[in-house]
């Protein structure tokens, strides 16, 4: 399938002009609709009109600027996925796909995991590091 790269360049000028809502509240644990975008390879693509895709926020540094990591909603086993439950169901986290974003990403807020959760996916990004 032809990725259709001129309507994310589009859509990623769109993204970039936006003022940052320095009342944007976001944080750790948090999962968002992030405009990830159309990507090459084997990195995670967004979906429908906004490249968008659920993003567990790992690390907040400031209003600008998140680690995250990429879900998915289709079950996954091995070592690079881990499954989470939050407010909007089950998801898969991919642990390969760990990325930082601007705030300008942000779409909406989903839920929020468990400190648990969380715990087992930091010590595992930890002994990935």
Not at 36 to 49: M, Q, W
Request: a positive charge; one cysteine or more; aromatic letters at 14%.
């Amino acid at each position: 399938m032809e990725k259709d790269f001129d309507k994310w360049n589009m859509e990623k000028k769109i993204n970039n002009k936006k003022e940052v809502d320095r009342n944007l509240f976001y944080n750790k644990r948090e999962v968002w609709w992030c405009a990830v975008g159309l990507n090459i390879g084997v990195e995670t693509d967004g979906k429908h009109e906004n490249f968008e895709r659920p993003v567990l926020i790992i690390r907040k540094f400031n209003q600008h600027m998140f680690w995250c990591l990429v879900l998915t909603s289709n079950e996954r086993v091995g070592d690079f996925y881990q499954k989470i439950t939050h407010e909007g169901g089950s998801s898969w986290v991919m642990l390969s796909q760990f990325k930082t974003f601007s705030t300008k990403r942000l779409l909406r807020r989903i839920g929020m995991i468990s400190e648990e959760q969380f715990d087992s996916i930091r010590a595992i990004l930890k002994g990935m590091f």
